[in-house]
């Protein structure tokens, strides 16, 4: 007993026995871990990183943010007694998905034998065998794709059957030919990952090609203006949408693509202005490049906005006339059922397609680690040295993604992703994607069951603020 209490003659008040070796007397216990919730290694490093480059970061890839509700927080609630599931082969699930059909408006809307489809991605953040490759993939399935900002990549025209064309605030290489040439045409007013500002493209990927395009200077850093230069509201984006329809004859559908901020109110704007299909992209969307503090801390997640979406169309008379495609962050059949059941008429994929592709596969280790990362922890997407060459305009990099192998690769993707939707519809008894609904599900959280208004799970009645 003695012992644990001995006295160090040099400090007759110190411990000796049972103190930790090492520590300074009288150091709070916090001593040697920091552990400081506040100022943890990361904002340590992030308020360093700050003072020497004089500027905020910018990285590619999606949010990092921690505290975001998601769709793993829903499951599903199959058949069991009270309704009978469909026989899994021997039972059809439709999944065909029509958008924009609003006749005396739109002559040709768009049919694609899937609910998902490939986001739009530009011509500059992607290489050209990037995209060729996305729409190849998707027309074998037959979904589609869209050009993102930056104008009609031939390669990826010829390669997809179904093309949406995007005009962007920069109205970077708009072409009236173009937009005679596309199936749809989706008027960007914002995106998940960096709503409230424009497109970025950092100098390393403005490559001769891209800035031919775009007709900028090659190798300097592209920002993109964020407001359309000839609207300015509902009253403008009305008529602006009609010089559209009168631009390609009434064929095509009207896309209208924000990030999701205010959907309750940006929504019920957009379908009164007339556009046909409203592309809502949640926070976790992806991008070529954004400020960092922009991907984490702007914006509300997709599960949060779904709801808020849908109840505008409905409480504006809108819901049977105007199509909602949710995105951001959707990784597969589970996430897009799960958005079809809360409301969505289809669902957008970006980052999954590209991972599909091979961003983030395991090889060429050695360039993952010259840039400091490794493979699957890749979001060096802004820099254009990505080493499976789907985000670089490097011709050497370029070379190393094979167009047919990646092609297939997003087939297969895409084909799985659906095969999960019409496992899950078919589970809880419906002969139609589009027939799941806010009851085939319930919510594992608090926070889930009131951003939704789906029911508790065990409590089966929703929980609203």
């Known amino acids: 007993m003695a012992d644990d209490l001995t ?15 090492g520590r300074p007397a009288g150091a709070a216990a916090s001593y040697e871990s920091g552990d400081s919730p506040r100022w943890t290694p990361h904002a340590i490093a992030d308020v360093q990183a700050k003072a020497q480059l004089g ?6 890839f999606s949010t990092f943010q921690r505290n975001l509700p998601t769709l793993d927080d829903l499951v599903f609630v199959p058949a069991t007694m009270t309704r009978l599931p469909l026989e899994g082969y021997r039972e059809d699930c439709d999944t065909r998905t029509v958008l924009g059909d609003r006749p005396g408006l739109v002559e040709n809307p768009i049919e694609l034998d899937t609910p998902v489809y490939i986001a739009s991605m530009s011509f500059g953040a992607l290489s050209a065998t990037a995209k060729a490759a996305l729409g190849h993939g998707a027309s074998r399935v037959g979904s589609m794709t869209c050009t993102g900002e930056g104008g009609m990549l031939e390669d990826e025209r010829e390669a997809s059957d179904v093309l949406v064309y995007q005009m962007t605030p ?38 001769q090609r891209v800035a031919d395009m775009r007709t900028l200077p090659v190798e300097v850093d592209q920002r993109s203006t964020v407001r359309h230069p000839d609207f300015l509201g509902a009253d403008d984006l009305r008529v602006k949408i009609e010089e559209l329809r009168e631009a390609v004859d009434y064929r095509v559908p009207i896309f209208a693509k924000m990030g999701a901020t205010r959907p ?3 929504v019920a704007i957009a379908a009164k202005a007339g556009v046909d299909v409203i592309v809502l992209d949640g926070m976790e969307g992806g991008t070529n490049a954004a400020p960092e503090l922009l991907l984490d ?36 059949g589970v996430d897009a059922a799960k958005a079809l059941a809360l409301g969505a ?3 957008m994929i970006g980052t999954a397609a590209l991972i599909a592709m091979g961003c983030n596969s395991p090889c060429f280790v050695e360039d993952y680690e010259a840039m400091g990362t490794a493979p699957g922890r890749c979001h060096h997407c802004h820099t254009g040295l990505c080493p499976v060459g789907i985000q670089t305009q490097d011709p050497e990099l370029e070379a190393r993604l094979d167009v047919d192998a990646a092609a297939e690769r997003v087939a297969r993707f895409l084909t799985a992703t659906t095969m999960e939707i019409s496992l ?12 799941l609904e806010p009851e085939d599900l319930r919510a594992l959280t608090l926070e889930a069951a009131a951003f939704t208004g789906v029911d508790l799970a065990g409590i089966d009645r929703p929980f609203d603020w």
């Open 170 to 207: 920069s109205r970077y290489m708009l072409d009236l030919d173009h937009l005679r040439r596309a199936d749809a045409i989706e008027i960007a007013v914002g995106q998940g990952a960096k709503p409230g500002t424009g497109g970025l493209l950092l100098g390393m990927k403005v490559s």
């Open 345 to 347: 008429d289809a669902v």
């Open 424 to 435: 899950l519809a078919k589970a809880c008894g419906k002969s139609s994607v589009h027939n």
């Open 7 to 21: 006295l160090d003659h040099d400090d007759p008040a110190a411990f000796v026995a049972g103190s930790v070796p």
């Open 264 to 266: 309750r109110y940006d």
């Open 297 to 332: 801390h702007t914006g509300i997640p997709t599960i949060a906005a779904i709801r808020a979406a849908r109840e505008a169309l409905e409480d504006c008379g809108m819901a049977d006339e105007v199509k909602l495609v949710v995105a951001g962050g959707i990784r597969g």
């Open 55 to 60: 500027r905020y970061q910018v990285r590619g």
